[in-house]
Every structure is written in C-alpha cells, then in structure tokens.
C-alpha cells in the first residue's frame, strides 16, 4: 500500500511568490491535514480536510489556503511569500472511521520551502 | 486550549542505556495519546499510540502508558540501539481533525 506523497520535495521561492504543494494520501483515506514545522515554532496546525470540506484551521493567516479534490488529494497554497514561510511543509492522511480521534495520522516525507 | 509538554532535549545515552522520555499533556476530554519518531531529513512515522487510560502502547522495544491521573504519556526503552538517534514528539488528538504536538525531543546514542 503506497504512503502519503507530497510534491515536491524541495521548492525554493523568491519573498513575494506564490506557492502550491501538493499531497496524495493513502488509499481509502479522506481526512488530510497540513502542518508547518520550524526550529522555533516546532509542528504547527494549518487545516483539516475531510470530503472536500475543510473542517478546522489553525491560526495562521489568510494567505494560507488549501482545498481538496474528489480523490481525496490535496493542495495547500501559500501567497506573497515571506521569509518566515520558510519551513518543513507535512501533510498527513488518516482513515476516519468514528471519528472520535482513535485513528492515527500516517505522514508524507514533507516539503522543504525556502524563501529568499 | 490542547497542549503537550515534553522533555527539554537534546539527550545523549550510551548504547544499551535505559530510556525515558516524559510526556505531559492538558486536554479536556479523553484524547488518543500518540508518539511519533522523526529521522534526519524524513517526515513523522507512527511509534506507538493508546487511545484509552491505562493502555499501553507498544512498538519495537518503545513502551508507554496512558496515565489519566497524572495525565502523562511518558516514553521508555530498556535498552537503546544507535539507530534509535532521532527526534521523538508526543501528540494528542481530541477529535479526528488535529493533532497537538510536544515540542520534540532529540536523542542521540553512541556507540
């Protein structure tokens, strides 16, 4: 059974750009979350995805936006980029069968964002 | 609000040396308590989890226990190999939407 992918592994932007990150969850999930990881911030909530709907959003700005697609895939978005967006980019899916938090979230390998 | 209170890092053991890595966290509810481990430029893979108080969880000679009376989720293992070295955060989730992370523990063991 294949993981979690997210595309691409490595992005480098200029301060102003925008940016898309893409991730495929494992097969048969259809919750995906986002999270930003920094050496000063540690792992930090973004948004949560389930059926297409985002469900619950962490307190970031509004240039933070993702969606999801029919196939459960998703893409997170970021706009004007600053050099604090800099930053380990994980997405992670899960199988959410009850919906009571039981289940575990499996991670992607990340994407590695740098801004210049 | 959720949150989850590791261990300051970084800790360095000898191979074989016992491991403990605390965990305390603050959650109304019941959360599911989970550890993940992260190794040098990899995402988050699942150690173990326990999703109910008093459950232990387990996972390549890792051992945990769900403690609601101390609302604690402290990690152990006996016996410390070098590919153990990682960085190893506790997390607990209230509801399927989110996870809440501790800030992450670096262990180092030599040879």
């Known amino acids: 059974k294949a993981g979690v992918t997210q595309t691409p592994r490595y992005l480098i932007k200029t301060r102003g750009q925008q940016v898309t990150l893409s991730c495929s969850p494992i097969s048969g999930h259809r919750s995906v979350s986002w999270y930003q990881q920094t050496p000063g911030q540690g792992l930090q909530f973004l948004f949560e995805y389930f059926s297409e709907t985002q469900r619950n959003k962490g307190n970031f700005p509004g240039r933070f936006s993702g969606r999801q697609f029919s196939n459960s895939r998703s893409e997170m978005n970021v706009s004007t980029l600053e050099l604090g967006d800099s930053a380990l980019y994980l997405c992670?899916?899960?199988?959410?069968?009850?919906?009571?938090?039981?289940?575990?979230?499996?991670f992607g390998q990340g994407t590695r964002l740098t801004v210049v | 609000g959720d949150s989850v209170t590791q261990m300051e890092g970084p800790v360095t053991l000898s191979e074989e040396a016992f491991l403990t890595i605390n965990c305390t966290y603050t959650a109304t509810g019941y959360p599911s308590l989970f550890w993940y481990v992260q190794y040098p430029g990899e995402g988050l893979q699942l150690l173990l989890k326990a999703t109910k108080a008093d459950d232990k969880g387990s996972n390549k000679g890792f051992e945990a226990t769900y403690r609601k009376e101390t609302t604690s989720f402290h990690l152990e293992k006996g016996s410390v190999q070098v590919s153990d070295s990682a960085v190893y955060f506790c997390a607990l989730k209230r509801s399927a939407r989110q996870l809440t992370f501790g800030s992450g523990t670096q262990l180092t063991v030599l040879p």
């Open positions: 992670a899916s899960s199988f959410e069968a009850t919906g009571w938090g039981d289940t575990e979230a499996f």
